[in-house]
């Protein structure tokens, strides 16, 4: 273990201790462990048992939308469908195995007919959850309702839809151009099913097609309940309530006690408490979740590009995973990991931890420690750079305290600014280009399997966290590119030529990919982590004590 390591550790360790949580801190360089999945939400329908209705699973999560997104399971609203796929709500035309290819869902079938025509055929037999027939006009006027109501449709900047016609269980889909991602982007829970027909407040009576259906929602959790009409297999257990719990130490602590019987989204220190198999199961899989540094090419402290690449010089990326990630996690270079391998991270190059190198390029920039206080300074003014995050990612809090402690070695101090949900690009810009300098944000970066989603909102004009300032008007084009573009190969070339110039004219650093974990008492079966981090509780849950 490094001298940084060890001491990244004891900031780790007060934390706990502060928090009054009893733990035994694992060794550096842990790796992953439990089982990875192995289907997909649609695989395999459940026979179910006898006492269905007599079972209850309580289930805890760091990141219930309840708690970010003012409550809710509707999924035209924000991100609250992330909620509606993991408690198994709703579905959508299709979904992503877990090798990240597009699968059917409720439609049974899906082809382009020509450029801009695409055909989905759904599957007989399903019904929402008040017992109305979802057919191909049900699910037209559930994406007609999601792109007049959701925002974030408008940040779809490829989604192209120009015209939806319904016959029978025949969905047509017309595109103003030709567009073949249409079946990725429509995987994301944003488009997630519903009954439009029923005028909803999108909390407690969202209405799905999935095998549980909502009983109640808010900033606390949900309780959903086994819907016996499902028409993909039958649920095993009668009542699941999900309970928002934000603090790691709690929702440790209630998953030891047996207040919950599942947990997402606990603090990788607590993972090792849950290794003895005989009481608990772990899940994990690799995901595209990653934690991304927007960097401020406006402010006053960043506008100079040589201080932006001695940040990233002197960030230790390796040593905050081994460290505080317990290896949970692989160092970035750019949005996407290895696994996307057409447009990850083995075509970038980023900087690599290097002090020395940091600290020449702050001198180059006009930037010493003239008076030895140990912070560097320039016109009498010493750098201080403002950081922006939340807490309700669990790892993003020890991120922030990794790089402030980082900094403190090229002689930059970080101030840090820890609020309970995350800021977008738009509440950045209210505040002034020098009330901020870094902005720190945490999300799957390829929820529909291509790189256009990420780039855009973080780095595209007007992308929801699009907060680098920079004018590139090269950068810009590029992006208008790819959106058009529908070679796949010309694609990943675009992706990783618009990564490679944030890279360089650091306008980003991603610190890492996280492998996301489940963890569950051994009386759970069938939830396991999904690749997308998407889907969660399925048909085939069950829970036997």
């Not at 603090?247 to 602590?253: A, F, H, K, N, V």
Request: aromatic content about 8%; overall charge negative.
């Amino acid at each position: 273990m490094t001298k940084k390591t060890t001491k990244i550790t004891a900031v780790l360790a007060a934390l706990m201790v502060s928090a009054g949580m009893a733990v035994t801190l694992v060794g550096c360089g842990g790796g992953s462990g439990g089982e990875t999945p192995t289907s997909t939400p649609t695989e395999t329908p459940s026979t179910g048992t006898a006492n269905t209705a007599d079972k209850k699973l309580v289930y805890g999560s760091a990141a219930y939308s309840g708690a970010i997104y003012d409550g809710g399971v509707d999924p035209h609203m924000g991100y609250a469908g992330w909620s509606t796929f993991r408690y198994a709500i709703g579905e959508c035309l299709v979904t992503f195995d877990e090798n990240m290819t597009v699968q059917p869902w409720v439609a049974k079938s899906f082809a382009q007919k020509d450029a801009t025509t695409w055909v989905f055929e759904i599957n007989d037999g399903i019904k929402f959850h008040n017992g109305k027939t979802c057919d191909a006009a049900a699910v037209k006027a559930s994406l007609e309702r999601c792109i007049k109501n959701s925002d974030r449709t408008a940040d779809i900047k490829n989604l192209l839809i120009d015209k939806i016609t319904a016959d029978g269980n025949t969905l047509t889909i017309t595109t103003t151009k030709e567009n073949a991602l249409l079946p990725n982007l429509l995987c994301d829970p944003l488009f997630c099913i519903v009954d439009a027909s029923v005028e909803t407040d999108g909390k407690t009576d969202v209405i799905g097609t999935g095998p549980y259906k909502l009983v109640k929602a808010s900033e606390e959790g949900c309780t959903v309940e086994a819907n016996m009409d499902y028409w993909n297999g039958t649920p095993k257990i009668g009542t699941i309530e999900v309970k928002s719990i934000d603090d790691g130490d709690t929702l440790t602590m209630a998953l030891q006690s047996g207040e919950i019987d599942a947990a997402q989204e606990l603090p990788l220190a607590s993972l090792s408490l849950f290794s003895d198999t005989s009481k608990y199961t772990i899940s994990t899989s690799a995901t595209s979740r990653s934690s991304n540094m927007i960097l401020n090419t406006k402010s006053k402290n960043l506008s100079d590009k040589r201080v932006r690449q001695a940040i990233a010089y002197g960030f230790d990326k390796q040593d905050f995973i081994n460290a505080l990630m317990y290896g949970y996690g692989e160092a970035a270079d750019g949005f996407f990991p290895e696994a996307f391998s057409a447009f990850g991270d083995s075509n970038l190059t980023s900087p690599s931890y290097d002090v020395e190198k940091a600290k020449a390029l702050l001198k180059e920039a006009g930037w010493e420690d003239t008076n030895g206080d140990g912070t560097v300074d320039k016109d009498g003014v010493e750098m201080v750079l403002q950081y922006y995050t939340y807490s309700s990612r669990q790892d993003l809090p020890l991120l922030a305290e990794a790089f402030q402690d980082d900094m403190k070695d090229i002689g930059i101090k970080v101030e840090l600014n820890i609020a309970e949900s995350n800021k977008n690009a738009a509440d950045l810009e209210k505040m002034g280009d020098d009330k901020w300098d870094i902005t720190v944000f945490q999300m799957v970066t390829a929820p529909n399997g291509d790189p256009m989603y990420m780039i855009d909102s973080a780095l595209g004009e007007g992308g929801y966290y699009a907060a680098h300032g920079a004018d590139d008007k090269e950068l810009q084009g590029w992006i208008d590119d790819l959106r058009d573009e529908v070679d796949m190969d010309k694609r990943a070339e675009l992706a990783v030529k618009i990564q490679q110039k944030a890279i360089d004219e650091g306008y980003m650093i991603i610190a890492f990919h996280k492998e996301q974990s489940l963890a569950m008492s051994s009386s759970v079966t069938g939830l396991s982590q999904h690749p997308t981090d998407q889907h969660e509780i399925t048909v085939d849950t069950d829970i036997n004590k």
